[in-house]
Structure formats: structure tokens, C-alpha cells
């Protein structure tokens, strides 16, 4: 049985393969594995656990807090392409907190031990640079999310304006672009078009050109519920 | 007039000095600047402004967020021997944050140009490597904060039970430590310590061995309200 993977399938998935060493390369080629999961496997738990950097092909991933009391609060979702950095968290020593990551549908998985990727870092400023990338981009989302936390306002604005136009013209389908939303709420338009994007990952809209399509009304009055009191 | 900092000076700071080429120690020598800012001056606004690196050798730097409405949320704080990235936020494309950083009392900084030092990021793995350190360390700071802010009720029992003990023994000064506390509260040594460490931050506490003195009871009552009621 061969288990290893092409390097074309691999050199699609890391962004830095051509700054790789072939000596680099063909770690990466002997060492990665693909994994298959069922939707709601929990891949990493806490940060003591350091089971090696996951790379979504297909399928989701979910990293979230559980507080005391057993609250989940989702951080950021991966999809395609995407890297899961904190299910290696062993590999940077000032990581403190912990974080779970599960799948939230069937997917599939490319592993690359916790070890290998510490080494590559160390040897290869590019893989280093991009792992940076990588924490800054889960940082924003983090930072975005506290901002949501601590000014719950525009969230229930931009909700309670969907409902009230959806009411308005008797459809779930809205034609009407980012711009003139923003414009309705006093707000900017790429404020608006994140939020927007937040709520199709949360599964309570579709979004595509000049056209939001809401899939889940009850999910969106809840979080309308303090603008429509 | 010399304005060219002292190289020992530079590598008692930049923990990554050794590994860098001669080349590139001369470039921090040259471009590297001693600054002095009085107490409360605003030295970084918002993602677009990108003055760079600054290094505290004295004093005391604020990272904070500031709501729609004006109130400030303190991220994290910087004290001698620590570097700001954020005021670099331009080095990472993947940085969509706004935050401001301030100084607290007068402080003595030392600023490296962000095309600087991008330009040692990219070169050299060391220097990227300990920039993702730095950010792990942010990062760690931040899900903290965020973990307090949605589960308030550790700071509140411990304020609670530092006012209990003080009324208790007619006296602002505690004698114990902070395995104690944790086996009053039923938490572990690590998570009171951390705690402990964060009021003493804010200037609430002042901890040395085997005791921990209240300076601001007043601010201390206010954290333990909810668990006082």
C-alpha cells in the first residue's frame, strides 16, 4: 500500500510550496497523510492536545470556546483551502488559551504532524511569513468577534433592516446591493458586507449579486430581537 | 550630530540580534531611533496608520479598543522589554483590526521603520519566527480578555472574596497565597495567579510573595459587584 500524496495535490494546498528545498518538499510528500471525518468530530481539544496542522479539502471545520457552564462560542469556520494553525498550538510556545476544533459536516483532511511544520518554520522564513499571515487572519476574526460581543448594535440593525424589507415586499428574496444598506443604516459599505458574509456563514443568508436570499427568518428575528423591541 | 543607537544597546532588545546577517544588524543600527513620549500620548490609530515597531525601555504602552460610543477596552499592556507589533499592523496583510496605542506615563521607546522591518521578516526565518511568538502572545491576551468578558464571574469572585478577607482581618493587606485562594473559589493555582496578575496590571493589587496588598478597593468592589449582590 502506497499512502503518499502527489506533490501536485500539495503543492495546490501550501501556498509556500515553490519556496520550498526538494529536501523540504519531500518531507512534506512522506509525512502528510489524508484523514476522512464525520460531521461533529472533535479533532482538537484544549491546548495541551497538538495533533498537527489539518488543511480542509473538503468539507468544514468549527473552532470554538466552551465556557464554565458549557457555552460555545464559534471563533472562525474553515472551509476549502483553509489551515487549522491552533490544532498545532504546541508548535508556538506563547499560545495559552484553548481552543476546539470540530467538523461540522463530513470532510476531508490533509494532516501534517505538528513536529514536521515546527521544523519547516524554523528552517524556511517563507513557511514562517505565512504561518503569521495565518494568526493574523485568525486574530482579525477574533477581534471582530469581540467587537460584535461588546457592541451588539449593528449585528441586530442590519438583521432587524433584512426582516423589516423582507415584511415590506412579502419575499425572503431582497434585491438590493451592500451600498444601499449601508446607506439606510448610516454605516460603510464593507462594515455592512462583513456582517453580511458573517451571517451566510452562520447559515441565515445567501448572498450573490444584488440579491440576499434569507434562509433562516427565525434565526435572524433572534438576533434582531433588541432593534425590533 | 550621531544619532546611531549603540549595537549592545539594540541586541539587549531584539532577541533574534544573533541570528541576524552583519548586514542586517547594520540596517537596525541606521534606522533604528530612540524616542520619548510624555504620558498619554497617542502613538497609533487605527489599521491604516503604520508607524512601526516600538520596542518600551521605559515606561508603559495601552493597546485598546475604542467602541462606536467612545468606551475604551484595554487589549493588553506593554512594559519594558516588549515590542508592539500592531503599531506595524501594514507588515501583515492579514490585520483588519482597529486598535489605538497610547503611552500610560512617560515612556522611552525604540522604533524600527515597518519597511524595516518587513523586509528582516521576509529574509530572515528567525526574526519571522519570533514575530509569530509575539503574536501567539497577543493572540493569548486577547482570548483572556474575551473569555473574562463572557464569563465575568471569576474576576467577580475573586474580588469578592480579596474584599471578604480584607474586612475580615481589619486590613488591606492579605497574607496568603494564591494556592489558597484557588482552593477557596475551587479553581486552580494557575487561573487565580493570572487573575491576580491582571488586577495587579490595572492597578488594583500589588502582589509579592505570600501577599497581596489591595491598593484600590473601591475599583475592586466595583468587579465584585454582581457576586456581592
Not at 464559534?74 to 495559552?96: G, K, P, Q, W
Request: hydrophobic residues 45%; glycine residues 4%; charged residues 20%.
Amino acid at each position: 500500500v502506497n499512502l503518499t500524496l502527489d506533490p501536485a495535490l500539495l503543492s495546490s494546498y501550501f501556498p509556500f510550496w515553490n519556496q520550498l528545498t526538494s529536501t523540504q518538499q519531500d518531507l512534506l510528500v512522506k509525512n502528510t497523510r489524508q484523514l476522512h471525518f464525520p460531521a461533529g468530530k472533535i479533532l482538537h481539544n484544549g491546548s495541551s492536545d497538538c495533533i498537527g496542522l489539518l488543511l480542509v479539502i473538503s468539507g468544514e471545520l468549527r473552532a470554538y470556546t466552551i465556557s464554565d457552564e458549557g457555552k460555545e462560542l464559534t471563533l472562525y469556520r474553515l472551509f476549502e483551502h483553509d489551515m487549522c494553525l491552533f490544532s498545532a498550538a504546541c508548535i508556538l510556545n506563547s499560545v495559552s488559551f484553548e481552543i476546539t476544533v470540530s467538523t461540522v459536516e463530513e470532510s476531508s483532511i490533509l494532516h501534517v504532524p505538528a513536529d514536521l511544520y515546527k521544523q519547516l518554520m524554523r528552517e524556511n522564513a517563507a513557511v514562517a511569513n505565512y504561518t503569521n499571515e495565518l494568526m493574523a487572519s485568525r486574530f482579525s476574526d477574533v477581534m471582530w468577534l469581540m467587537d460584535q460581543i461588546m457592541n451588539k448594535k449593528l449585528g441586530a440593525r442590519v438583521a432587524a433592516f433584512l426582516i423589516e424589507e423582507s415584511t415590506l415586499h412579502h419575499s425572503v428574496t431582497l434585491h438590493m446591493t451592500h451600498e444601499q444598506i449601508a446607506n439606510h443604516l448610516g454605516s460603510a459599505r464593507e462594515v455592512i458586507t462583513r456582517m453580511l458574509k458573517y451571517f451566510q456563514r452562520e447559515g441565515l443568508l445567501q448572498l450573490s449579486r444584488g440579491v440576499i436570499h434569507i434562509k433562516n427568518l427565525s434565526s435572524l428575528e433572534e438576533i434582531a430581537a433588541p432593534s425590533l423591541r
